[in-house]
């Protein structure tokens, strides 16, 4: 973005509130209308969360078939995409735990459910750090991260691991200098 | 403790970036899963981890042009919640005795308009739907003689005679015609009369790309249109609503993708993959030598080959820059 000039145009991609009106009231025609022209990118957004076109097709559908049955509930005067994110955000998660019951996510249940009461919030931001280190370091580069973690897991230093790499120990100082730059920028 | 608890969501700026980054989706699938069951069953900051999944979601939910998949959608949602109604829309508008006469023609038209668009990958008729998948491209010849080049995993649909909607990257070598050429992509119109162009629309997205090779075509969004010519490519950032207008080099009148394959490599040129690597890797690359941006390259970046190793290699091979990078912004001189 830097050194680029600003248009500022708006893209405000929300259905009119008249449309919001005749679907409140139940008009099938604004139904179908709001379904065709917000269903392919609803498809997309939960394809991305879900990792799974066939999630997200069972979760497009229940996503719009909750829009129809809570129809009642629709604010013509509010956001309609924050109204569907709402709904969307329930039919994600309802249909990720019904993926854990049917045992797909068992293994990593069960450590969940070992602390009976929920972690701290101290606990908690020390995980939401370790997600963060643990992406900057899945885009690093192979060698420089077999580097960091042959030092951060395995604790050798950089002359053990020049050794077993057949590196000059530069490189992996180097190496390790790099990884945590990246590190810290993640975590800034 | 307490106090942490009751900041506001964007305090925590950790969030929004593991939300971000899993949503791109290039992480190894092992940590995707953690993140995302993080993400929607670890109830903890729910109202940090929705904001910033809300945030993206408005980002990249729109209104826009249905595709063949909307429509199935609907009609399978429709089938479960209005049982009996499908034909509803298609004898609206007719008096009743003419309903009840043409009623089973229109069920047997009403089947053959199904089957039809079940028929991906057909190519007769007036209206077809073309899908690529994996990593091939494919050539299609359009009724009117357009020559149009499909990049993977993209669709087209084209529903008359020079009017086509677009899902994904296409080249366009549009034939001169009466009528204008139309591409619908995304929330784009590209009106043209005789021209090579390319269209990139790639759903989930975050940008629009239009890049004129020959001739002049006229780009609609919305409330505003522009004319580009031959050289020209205009960058339509969906997120922000900026739009950009950059040179092209045009002796090669085709993007990389569409060039063919040099030993397992693409040709790029030195421009396009400069501005390859600032999206991949997120930073903002100043050069200041634009009289390099037309030299060719063969070249290939994988997953995970960070930015210092792609310009190195760049460096090696062209021996005629330098670069240096700090934090997010890198210089070519």
């Known amino acids: 973005m830097k050194g680029c000039t600003k248009t500022n145009i708006l893209i405000e991609n929300d259905i009119s509130p008249e449309m919001l009106v005749l679907l409140r009231d139940g008009s099938h025609a604004a139904y179908e209308e709001i379904y065709l022209h917000y269903a392919d990118s609803v498809h997309r957004f939960i394809e991305q969360l879900t990792r799974s076109g066939e999630a997200a097709r069972e979760i497009t559908q229940e996503i719009f078939v909750q829009l129809w049955e809570r129809r009642a509930q629709v604010d013509p005067a509010r956001s309609f995409k924050g109204y569907l994110f709402t709904i969307a955000r329930n039919a994600a998660i309802n249909f990720i735990e019904h993926q854990k019951v049917r045992g797909k996510y068992l293994e990593y249940s069960l450590h969940n459910n070992n602390e009976s009461v929920g972690p701290s919030d101290e606990a908690m931001i020390a995980s939401e750090t370790a997600l963060l280190v643990e992406i900057a370091v899945s885009r690093m580069p192979r060698q420089r991260k077999k580097i960091f973690l042959m030092n951060h897991e395995e604790g050798l230093n950089p002359g053990a691991i020049a050794e077993r790499l057949h590196v000059s120990k530069h490189t992996v100082e180097s190496h390790l200098a790099t990884a945590k730059k990246e590190i810290k920028k993640m975590l800034e | ?333």
């Open chain 2, 1 to 333: 403790m307490k106090n942490r608890q009751d900041k506001a969501p964007g305090d925590r700026p950790g969030t929004k970036k593991i939300v971000d980054a899993y949503l791109e989706g290039k992480l190894p699938e092992e940590l995707a899963t953690r993140i995302r069951e993080w993400l929607l069953l670890d109830d903890e900051n729910r109202a940090g981890k929705d904001a910033a999944l809300e945030e993206a979601w408005r980002r990249d939910v729109r209104y826009e042009k249905p595709g063949r998949r909307a429509r199935k959608s609907l009609e399978e949602t429709r089938a479960r919640l209005f049982p009996g109604e499908t034909m509803r829309r298609r004898t609206r508008g007719k008096t009743r005795v003419a309903a009840a006469i043409l009623l089973p023609l229109l069920a047997i038209g009403g089947a053959a308009w199904l089957l039809n668009t079940r028929h991906v990958g057909t190519e007769t008729g007036t209206s077809a739907i073309v899908e690529t998948s994996g990593d091939s491209t494919r050539q299609v010849l359009l009724p009117d003689g357009t020559n149009v080049i499909l990049n993977a995993r993209c669709a087209l649909a084209y529903d008359e005679a020079r009017a086509v909607t677009l899902d994904g990257e296409a080249l366009f070598e549009v034939v001169k015609g009466e009528k204008p050429f139309v591409v619908t992509a995304g929330e784009i119109v590209v009106t043209v009369l005789g021209t090579t162009f390319n269209v990139e629309a790639i759903p989930g997205s975050k940008r629009l790309k239009v890049t004129v090779y020959e001739g002049r075509v006229k780009i609609e969004g919305r409330e505003w249109s522009r004319v580009t010519r031959a050289g020209e490519e205009l960058l339509l950032d969906l997120s922000s609503g900026e739009r950009r207008v950059v040179a092209v080099d045009t002796t090669v009148k085709r993007p990389s993708w569409c060039l063919p394959p040099r030993a397992g490599l693409s040709t790029s040129r030195f421009g396009e993959i400069l501005s390859m690597l600032a999206s991949r890797h997120g930073v903002s690359i100043e050069n200041k030598r634009p009289e390099l941006n037309d030299d060719l390259y063969t070249f290939s970046h994988g997953e995970g080959e960070s930015l210092e190793d792609a310009l190195r290699v760049l460096q090696v091979a062209g021996d005629n820059f330098t670069y240096t990078i700090q934090g997010d912004a890198v210089t070519i001189e």
